[in-house]
């Protein structure tokens, strides 16, 4: 949805709609693809996905598809249907895409610093383009929203602690200098949305 300078409403078609939750959860995947060939994590649900997906040996797709739903209930109170279903779908597409697109992309060499910068940067433009066409990657934000409402405690900061728990255990299973890699790739995926989705330039008022 774009405004206008007169401030006429134009919304997305469902071409276009499509077409975002296409682009934006094939550059999430393939960010994920990278952190994962890397044995690296990222922040919030994807992260805590990943992570468990090292642990149990399991795959990446069902595991964040399976954990994301919880927070249905709380994005349909929160944020309503229309979000709530346009999260569902980009959540089944970002899971089905990182679950075939390792069987057609693969890396032969890949530093680790430069991956992880690399897909932070990946994973914060496709999510933007969600943002853009009402949707997310579900998870954590919807909850700090919730908390946000609730409670009284910003959002910010629920998110800012999830992400200190999950690094924090992540030393647990990673390297240190993988989780620090780690941490380098989510700031740069928060800085790019922080830059490039912001209601006072882009986004109309």
Known sequence: ?????????????????????????????????????????????????????????????????????????????????????????AVGLLSAATSFLPGYVSFAALDPLVGALLAGMLCGIGLIVLFRHSASLGGVGVLALYVQDRFGMQAGWVQLGFDAVLFASALLVLDPMMVLYSLAGAAVTNVAIALNHRKDRYIGR
């Open 1 to 89: 949805m774009t405004v206008t300078s007169d401030d006429t409403v134009l919304r997305h078609s469902l071409l276009e709609d499509a077409l975002a939750f296409v682009i934006g959860t094939s550059l999430c995947a393939l960010g994920l693809m990278m952190l994962t060939h890397l044995g690296l994590i990222t922040g919030q649900t994807a992260g805590l996905g990943v992570l468990l997906s090292y642990v149990t040996g399991w795959s990446f797709g069902p595991i964040f598809f399976v954990i994301n739903l919880p927070f249905y209930l709380l994005a349909f109170l929160r944020m309503g249907a229309g979000f709530t279903l346009r999260s569902f779908i």
